[in-house]
């Protein structure tokens, strides 16, 4: 990690079956970011980089050993999980599932 916090993990939770999912508020601005700014859900800190502009908004949610980083932008209801890696200016949105040990990344919309 190259700068200061980007987010931190909220109080509030909600489980995914097994899975224990924590909102994500941010602590800085950065592209299209407020701090304050409440984002999606993500299952530990392993699951976003700090580094970069990636974020994960709305109702979408990155679990299990997935990573987004970047400029990576997870939107809508979408879910990243497994050992997915979503990065480089991806972004994944609407209903989307992206699983397994798939790479997003580039400019892939």
Same mark, same amino acid.
């Given at each position: 990690m190259t700068g200061a916090l980007k987010y931190e993990l909220t109080d509030e939770t #909600? #489980?995914?079956g097994t899975i224990t999912l924590h909102r994500i508020r941010a602590l800085r601005d950065f592209d299209n970011v407020t701090a304050g700014d409440v984002g999606g859900w993500v299952e530990s800190a392993a699951n976003l980089s700090h580094d970069g502009t990636?974020?994960?908004f709305d109702e979408a949610q990155v679990f299990g050993k997935a990573r987004v980083s970047g400029e990576a932008q997870i %939107?809508?209801?979408a879910q990243v999980f497994g050992k997915a890696?979503? %990065?480089g200016k991806a972004r994944v949105f609407g209903k989307a599932r992206v699983s397994g040990e798939?790479?997003?990344f580039g400019e892939v919309i």
């Open positions: #909600k #489980k995914l990636c974020w994960v %939107f809508g209801e890696q979503v %990065f798939a790479r997003v």
